[in-house]
């Protein structure tokens, strides 16, 4: 049997007999005699031969034709292609023709959990490769702990950060650095006169020590509330209620300064606190009211007093000037004819007598 064959430009012919290879046909027409079988590839195209691939990269000839690339367990290779990515190849053995495309393998170790490979983020971000990576981010205003297998790594800073997906796990804790405000509010409290009241407080923080505040303690953000809770519910029941109302603009400085050493173990400082409200009973506010008023009456009352005493004091000065100088007293006694007079609109006259003798005695003497 005689069948002709025509291998076109970058095609490779590969004639096989009893399913041993034993002829390469490069570009030409060429007869081939008996019962054997050719198979054409594309040498822009991977080398998938019907024939197991380890049996024909024995032959020498054909050896030398191909780019090879062994995929091991637990590793992945990242294809490139002219200098751009093309593929990712799992575990096996892998030909391509060499001479047409330039063929470039990165093997990449899935069992690692660090990306040591030089891989660009921008194909760490590739949908192909995502599966096989794991990301974290630490955002502008975070700092984060790396844990590998539950152990602590090192502290991250602001970026983002890529990790081999594999059964090792990888975990990122982050904690904001900003100041930020806890509220403690509606806190019911008694004072040490035993009045009852409610406190609406506030703290304003910031974390400083990312180690302290995630390594060394459990939810630090609700053991400062506990810790300014109790520290407030101290305070206040060492206070009355009017020393509580007149210490209120300082109370926050005392209780910071009472609590600063536990602040700091938490891994945070405190720059702010301050009583938002004090809220009262209904009857104490009443019972406030009531005391208000009365202290206000008795300061009208003794700055009426002083009043009186005043007048009363340059009244009898007067009566001893006036006692004094007969002429003062002639012009006080005229001020207040001239007083009476301003308040006579007309004088009507009854009678008999010697009316009109009598007011110019008054008035004329």
Known sequence: MIQRVKIQGYQVGLVFKNRKLVTILEEGTYWIFGSKKVEKFEMNQPFNPSADLEFLLQNEALKSMLKVVEVPDGQIALQFVNANFKEILPVGKYAFWKGINLNMFTLADLTKVFITEEISKSLLENVRLRMYTRQFKVLNNEKGLLFIDGKFEKELTPGTYYFWNNMTPVEVKTADLRQQQLEISGQELL??????LRINFFVKYQVTDISRALLENKEYDKQLYVLMQLALRAFIGGLTLDELLQKKDALAEIILAEVKEKI??????????????????????????????????????SIMRREETAATRSLLNTAKLMEENEMLWKLKEMEYVEKIADRIGEITISGGG????QLKEIFVK
Do not use: F, Y
């Open 354 to 357: 010697n009316v009109i003798g």
């Open 191 to 196: 004072t040490k006169d035993k009045a009852a």
């Open 264 to 301: 700091t173990t938490l891994g945070v400082t405190v720059s702010d606190a301050g009583i938002r409200d004090v809220i009262l009973p209904g009857d104490m506010k009443e019972i406030m009211n009531q005391v208000l008023v009365a202290e206000k009456k008795a300061q009208a009352n």
